[in-house]
């Protein structure tokens, strides 16, 4: 079992940065990918970036890509979401989530585990 717990969402303007930030315990972090998505009322949860176990391999949603970043410390049990140049349009609920095995890193049923997920709000 992994818990998984999100912070450092908020409000902040358009052009603005926030960092989140994805504690997990439990079992082995490292033995898993992890993901990011965001998810807006009424939307389908969608993929935002994804990263290796060893954080050799990264991945990005095509709206993202240029301006968040994702990272990882495998001894600190913390997975990282920079996100620069933020637009009203990224907007949403963001959660982390953890895979022991991956395909396809857009689909959320390869995802074993979920946080809660934290607000992000970027005002225009």
């Known amino acids: 079992q992994v818990q998984l717990v999100e912070s450092g969402g908020g409000l902040v303007q358009a052009g603005d940065s926030l960092r989140l930030s994805c504690t997990a315990s439990?079992?082995?972090?490292?033995?898993?990918?992890m993901g990011w998505f965001r998810q807006t009322p009424g939307k389908d949860r969608e993929f935002v970036a994804g990263i290796g176990r060893s954080a050799g391999n990264t991945y990005y949603a095509d709206s993202v890509k240029g301006r968040f970043t994702i990272s990882r410390d495998n001894a600190k049990n913390t997975v990282y979401l920079q996100m620069n140049s933020l637009k009203p349009e990224d907007t949403a609920v963001y959660y982390c989530?953890?895979?022991?095995?991956?395909?396809?890193?857009?689909?959320?049923?390869?995802?074993?585990?979920w946080g809660p997920g934290t607000q992000v709000t970027v005002s225009s």
């Open positions: 439990g079992r082995t972090f490292s033995g898993y990918v």
């Open positions: 989530a953890a895979a022991a095995y991956i395909g396809n890193w857009y689909d959320t049923r390869n995802y074993d585990y």
